[in-house]
């Protein structure tokens, strides 16, 4: 087929099936992505078959910047957590610690080292032990629902790996010209012929999953990759007693990013429709009873009422700062402190107004039993989250305490610029039933792991009231 655009020029494309073949054969094929994305090019080989020969070719026609992607739950069995815990880059691509194979390699860096590195990260009998780190090839965690959910090279590399049959882990590299500038699609295009290459497009792959009916991954992927990976992992659960009350808690490892959480639970067991409040994340409010913020007396708050009415706190690490991270909440603080409000601090250094996203609390709470809640937050973005991700938030109630000189512009932003509904003359309104329209949240930038739809470059929203996607 050909395809003839303002911004690409006709090129012959083959085949998904022919594509297949190719990786099957040990071949690697050409992808290009959305014109409207990166618009480049990337080689894409399987790993599990991958030789110095074409290590070497890829390298030579690329940067020469080789990556591994792979399910978030073959990075988990390798141990290989993320880079960073709060990425900054803008497509969101979830680089692990790079690596070399432990055995069989010299320096790491040729192509015949490299070649022997993705087969060892293809193996299923490789653990962490077989890997060393730093190394010279960087795994890439991929999204789950593949191109689906995410239109990038790294999705479109396991889902090519996953669709041939073969170890759901791929190679890729983006194509470069000799001057160092990226190959776009007419150059890809010459060098597919010249090299006897399958080329491709993201957009194919994703109307041929969507047209075979290969779409088990999109519609279950908030708790399950590839059918078999949960977004947490409930690690141990004892009794602690806390001067609010008696709680069970329990600890989860985040499979997505590695963060710890915990949910502390009160011994008297959940009601019905338990009381939940999810928590971010606070060093400064929660432990150092910061007068900035409003976060240390609603967690005492929500505690006290979770023991008397048999509720649950959800402690989400990774979320300090609204996801920017404790250091850059304090360079955030700086800036506040020279007239920028709370919203216009994050923009400034370079930050969205708020990163989080509650994925790891709806499967902590569905872990829990805790279906359907009456949430405890004046946050819109928080009840449109959990119910994007299967919650039933029946009921909201607000929570506002710990009111200070300190933090009533810090208020009155998240009232004006964030939509959190809020009181603002004085007074304490704790636990009174709120109506919190959750389409009237802050936009936020995608997500990956929101309910939200990557389709080919363009963002399908999720209206968490009806579950149906609008544009």
């Known amino acids: 087929m050909t395809l003839d655009t303002d911004r690409f020029v006709d090129a012959t494309f083959g085949t998904i099936e022919e594509a297949l073949d190719a990786l099957r054969a040990g071949r690697p094929v050409i992808v290009a992505d959305s014109p409207d994305r990166e618009n480049e090019v990337d080689v894409i080989l399987a790993a599990e078959l991958a030789t110095p020969e074409w290590v070497a070719w890829t390298i ?253 706190v959800v402690y989400l690490r990774g979320h300090e700062g609204r996801g920017i991270g404790l250091l850059a909440k304090v360079a955030a603080y700086a800036l506040q402190d020279q007239g920028r409000d709370t919203v216009e601090a994050n923009l400034d250094l370079g930050w969205e107004a708020d990163r989080r996203e509650y994925g790891a609390a709806a499967a902590i709470l569905a872990g829990l039993g805790a279906h359907r809640i009456t949430l405890l937050t004046n946050n819109p973005a928080k009840v449109a989250g959990l119910r994007a991700h299967g919650i039933d938030v029946a009921e909201i109630r607000g929570l506002e305490v710990g009111r200070t000189p300190h933090n009533a512009a810090y208020l ?10 809020l009181h603002l003359e004085p007074g304490i309104h704790q636990g009174t039933p709120i109506h919190l329209d959750p389409v009237q949240a802050a936009p936020a930038a995608p997500d990956v792991d929101t309910a939200d739809h990557i389709l080919d470059g363009q963002v399908l929203a999720v209206d968490p009231t009806n579950q149906e996607t609008t544009a």
Not at 260 to 272: C, M, P, Q, S
Not at 412 to 421: I, L, N, P, Q, R
Request: proline share 6%; charged share 20%; hydrophobic share 40%.
């Open 60 to 312: 030579r026609h690329s940067s020469g910047y080789l990556c591994a992607p792979m399910p978030a739950s073959r990075a988990d069995a390798l141990g290989l957590p993320l880079m960073v815990p709060q990425s900054q880059d803008p497509r969101r691509t979830a680089y692990t610690v790079s690596v070399d194979a432990a055995r069989g390699v010299t320096t790491g860096i040729s192509a015949s080292d490299r070649s022997h590195t993705l087969l060892t990260l293809a193996d299923p009998s490789s653990g962490p032990e077989s890997l060393i780190r730093p190394g010279h090839v960087l795994p890439l965690r991929a999204v789950p629902g593949g191109v689906l959910h995410r239109a990038g090279h790294t999705e479109a590399a396991v889902d090519l790996c996953r669709l041939a049959g073969l170890a759901p882990v791929g190679a890729i590299a983006e194509l470069v010209n000799d001057d160092g500038t990226m190959v776009r699609l007419e150059a890809a295009a010459r060098i597919a012929v010249d090299n006897g290459l399958v080329l491709v497009t993201i957009a194919d792959l994703i109307a041929w999953r969507t047209s075979h009916g290969d779409t088990v991954e999109a519609k279950d992927a908030v708790a399950d990759e590839l059918g078999t990976q949960p977004r947490v992992h409930e690690t141990h659960t004892a009794y602690l007693p806390t001067k609010h009350g008696d709680f069970r808690i329990h600890g989860y490892r985040d499979l997505r990013t590695g963060a710890e959480h915990v949910a502390l639970v009160a011994t008297r067991g959940l009601a019905d429709q338990p009381v939940v409040r999810v928590h971010s994340e606070c060093l400064t409010g929660d432990a150092f009873g910061s007068a900035r913020c409003d976060c240390g007396p609603q967690l005492d708050a929500s505690l006290a009422m979770a023991a008397e009415q048999g509720g649950a």
């Open 412 to 421: 009155h932003t998240k009232a004006v610029s964030m939509g959190h509904v």
